[in-house]
């Protein structure tokens, strides 16, 4: 199974640009690298998707170098609402179709 | 996007009871299923994938005859809890996926507390 590697914390302050990296060295051929939001009590919310290179949508950045053995998300601008718990998962056959979460990082942003 | 609907938000049970959590996908159709467990403070940890027509598959460790699961129609998974304890107090969590969607949905959760 491929498993992920993230900080399990960081902190940021309001209007500043947060880069999240997390490694996954046993990713296969097949997988995607997928990030997800979770706030408390809340189930986890899809942010953004890449295979390789550079995926941005209106919400985050992620960057996958040409080996994929990590990647990471880029969040500009945050506020105090993106404080939560962010997680990168591998998502294809490495896995078996399931998807396995880690530890997350968990953002505190500050006024 | 897909919306996957998790039901009750939350229930309150007493000790030796059975509790059933049911997930649902609004818009579109999902042969499997994902059922997780989270802890406060702690990460999701999946306990059993669920299939339509067909037994559930359990990661190591859960048991299988405490935790039902029930995937008998194409939009809905259920999960019950039998014979709950304290101990089994905890988020539950459902997801799915969309056929058009890139990434998985979940559900709002439901948190459950034994008394």
């Known amino acids: 199974l491929a498993k992920t590697t993230q900080p399990i914390s960081m902190d940021s302050y309001e209007g500043q640009e947060v880069n999240i990296t997390c490694s996954h060295n046993n990713i296969a051929t097949n997988d995607y690298i997928t990030w997800y939001q979770q706030f408390p009590s809340q189930g986890p919310r899809f942010i953004i998707q890449g295979y390789k290179t550079k995926v941005t949508n209106e919400v985050a950045s992620l960057f996958i170098p040409a080996d994929r053995k990590s990647s990471t998300l880029s969040l500009p601008r945050v506020s105090l609402s993106d404080t939560a718990v962010y997680y990168c998962?591998?998502?294809?056959?490495?896995?078996?179709?399931?998807?396995?979460f880690g530890q997350g990082t968990t953002l505190q942003v500050k006024p | 996007g897909a919306v996957v609907s998790q039901h009750p938000s939350w229930v309150i049970c007493k000790s030796g009871t059975s509790v059933k959590i049911e997930c649902r996908s609004l818009?579109?159709?999902?042969?499997?299923m994902f059922w997780y467990r989270q802890f406060p403070k702690q990460s999701l940890m999946l306990m059993a994938t669920?299939?339509?027509?067909?037994?559930?598959?359990?990661e190591q460790g859960v048991e299988k005859d405490k935790f039902l699961i029930n995937h008998a129609s194409l939009t809905l998974s259920t999960l019950t809890v039998t014979s709950a304890h304290p101990e089994d107090s905890s988020f539950y969590i459902c997801?799915?996926?969309?056929?058009?969607?890139?990434?998985?949905?979940f559900g709002s959760g439901t948190r459950l507390t034994v008394v």
């Open positions: 669920s299939n339509e027509g067909s037994k559930a598959t359990y």
């Open positions: 818009d579109f159709q999902a042969t499997t």
């Open positions: 997801s799915a996926r969309a056929p058009e969607d890139y990434g998985y949905t």
């Open positions: 998962l591998v998502d294809g056959s490495s896995n078996t179709g399931k998807l396995i």
